[in-house]
């Protein structure tokens, strides 16, 4: 049982690339959620997904894009990536509302 | 628009002390808290909750206390020990009963917490 795995680690990218961040849970949970941290800052909520085909923006999603077409696996798309994209990237999951949340290792990324 | 506020960077402690750290929500419809702790490269890793219908939950070493009319909380560390040392993140979420906030999680900036030998 690997929890919420995440790839890759570190990524830099020149502005205006695009890239696809990969999240995996082999939990069998229904949600699933990406977060970014930025320096001294708490986790914000890009976007959620409450089961496969189904998403929802949270409250920074501008510039992202996300797809759930299985349970286990919930990809972060960045099109056009902007400085302002860099930070660190948690995809996490919870089987239901009230659960502890489970979080991945986190993907740092650095846009140049 | 800050929702939950943890209000001190950092705080330092000797080992075998009680460790303090607070945290302000100023949404009414939080009912369920949350503590994580964060080391360096790690992800965030689940402490305590407690949910809006008690005032005091225990783990361990770890008590979270919640004052809902002050929109407080805190988490009590004792003894605190050197591994103890990381980023600690409060977290608020809306609707434990039944409601339509699917587990979102709102947090605050965390308080870096350092437990001296």
């Known amino acids: 049982n690997a929890g919420v795995t995440q790839t890759p680690k570190f990524r830099i990218l020149k502005i205006g690339q695009s890239m696809t961040l990969q999240c995996t849970q082999d939990?069998?949970?229904?949600?699933m959620y990406w977060y970014r941290q930025d320096p001294g800052m708490g986790l914000k909520l890009i976007y959620y997904s409450v089961g496969a085909g189904i998403t929802d923006k949270g409250e920074v999603p501008n510039g992202y894009n996300v797809s759930r077409s299985t349970t286990e696996d919930f990809p972060l798309r960045l099109e056009l990536a902007a400085p302002s994209q860099t930070s660190v990237y948690f995809c996490?999951?919870?089987?239901?509302?009230?659960?502890?949340?489970?979080f991945g290792p986190g993907t740092r990324l650095t846009v140049t | 628009d800050q929702q939950v506020k943890q209000n001190s960077p950092s705080l330092s402690v000797q080992e075998g002390r009680i460790s303090i750290l607070n945290c302000d929500y100023t949404n009414s419809m939080f009912d369920y808290f949350l503590w994580y702790k964060k080391y360096p490269a790690e992800g965030p890793t689940f402490l305590i909750s407690i949910s809006s219908i008690k005032d005091k939950n225990e783990d361990g070493r770890f008590t979270v206390f919640l004052n809902k009319s002050a929109k407080h909380l805190s988490l009590h560390i004792v003894p605190s020990q050197p591994g103890d040392s990381a980023v600690y993140f409060c977290?608020?979420?809306?609707?434990?009963?039944?409601?339509?906030?699917?587990?979102?999680?709102?947090f605050g900036q965390g308080t870096i917490l350092t437990v001296h030998p």
């Open positions: 977290a608020a979420s809306e609707s434990l009963a039944g409601g339509t906030s699917y587990g979102k999680l709102t």
């Open positions: 939990m069998n949970h229904n949600y």
């Open positions: 996490a999951s919870t089987q239901r509302q009230g659960d502890r949340t489970y």
